[in-house]
């Protein structure tokens, strides 16, 4: 009996489809997800890992320190744009993805 193998990312990718007026595409070898025009998500496998990558402004200080204790799993960039790499035997807690990608696409429309 073979167990199917899950992608940890394919949840957060589904929900941003769900979202209103969203525009799916590809950047580099990642799927981009924009909004009004504007990235608010970009999602990935890299390294044989998940990556996910949300533009911030209120969780901020929270995504600062998750890198700061787990700087492999977390990284602060430019312009409050935070990567996560996770996969499916240490997947991004749902609280936070949910949290990060509600946040991120209100800074893109708003």
Do not use: H
């Not at 990235?39 to 990935?44: D, E």
């Not at 996770?86 to 936070?96: E, G, H, M």
């Amino acid at each position: 009996m073979s167990k199917a193998v899950t992608d940890p990312a394919e949840v957060i990718r589904t929900t941003a489809r769900t979202l209103d007026d969203v525009c799916e595409g590809t950047a580099c070898s990642q799927t981009s997800f924009k909004a009004m025009g504007k990235a608010f998500l970009y999602i990935g496998e890299q390294g044989g890992r998940s990556k996910a990558m949300f533009r911030l402004r209120d969780s901020l200080g929270k995504a600062e320190e998750m890198a700061a204790v787990a700087p492999d799993d977390f990284q602060i960039g430019n312009q409050g744009w935070v990567t996560a790499r996770f996969d499916a035997a240490k997947p991004l807690s749902t609280r936070i993805w949910k949290r990060w990608l509600k946040e991120s696409y209100s800074l893109a429309v708003g």
